[in-house]
């Protein structure tokens, strides 16, 4: 992996961006095609904008707070859709039933806090997630999978859903299923630091990444006032997962994003009540993508031949466990095409 540096001046955002209207859970009835990527949108300068979290639901019981896409943020770094979920007591109802449904050009990233989600995928694994383990699932060139609350379980459920952009010397991989358990953690000046994925202060995580990016899970105790060391060629977000942290003296209160833009070499962090945040950060994303539903390519020809080959049970093979149709049937496509525009710089 090469670091590369060029930007191009991104304006025209202000400090209070409106969340989209539409997303593209794996319940949306009607998901938007959106093209996204490319310097054009990255602030090489540093920037604070909160975005609060478009609320949706993922079945009974199970909130969701849809942190990016936004209408004014599309990537940060290789990150490309962030879903903070809970924490929501589960009780007697089912919690997440997320049946099997298909995934191209990334790796979605499971995250929890509080319970356990069990996944299951079309290379058959079969596991159930719980707080401090990292499910991280290369699509490659397509899987499919399901998650579950599974019926014996902790009353909470709490985590984040995050999904990276694969580039385009990786989109076409063989898929991959990695499960992490023992994850570097370490104290900072009074943070708990545990690193999800790729780098930070000398300490490297093992999961597999294809464009350089980092995400820390962050706990920061009452009182502590510090400052962590950043890189400044990546672009940054934070997102609150609990309480209200103060990220570079902005407020961040549970279920928001801070969007931090790129050119900083430390961060101050803080916090009154106690706090974690999630920091996520990459080098910035230069291919263009288009996203759509679980699907993510570079034109609306392959979405579209994606979406066909999962309705016609080509490409993604069955999950184990899952009757061959008992899965997400994918939505309509959208009208009108998108343009292809290229690689811009
Ligand atoms: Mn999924």
New binding site residues.
Partial sequence: MKRKLYWRRRDGIGSSVPTLGTGMS?LDSAPPMIERGGLRDVSAQPKLELTPGRTASLGPGTTVRRLLPTLGRRMVGAWCFLDHYGPDELGAGAGMQ?PP?P?TGLQ?VSWLLDGDIRHRDSLGSDVVLQPGDLGL?TSGHGIA?S?QSPLARPKLLHGT?LWVALPDAARQMDPKWEHHRALPTFTWDGLQVRIVLGEFAGHLAAGTIHTPLVGVDITIPAGVATSIPLEADFEYAAISVYGTARVDGADAPIGSLLYLGAGRRTLAVSAETPSRIMLLGGEPFEERIVMWW?LLGRSHDEIELYRTQWEQHERFPRVPGWAADDRTDAPPLPGGRLKPRGRQR
């Fill in positions: 794996d997320v449904h995934h979605t699932m999978h998650e859903q679980n």
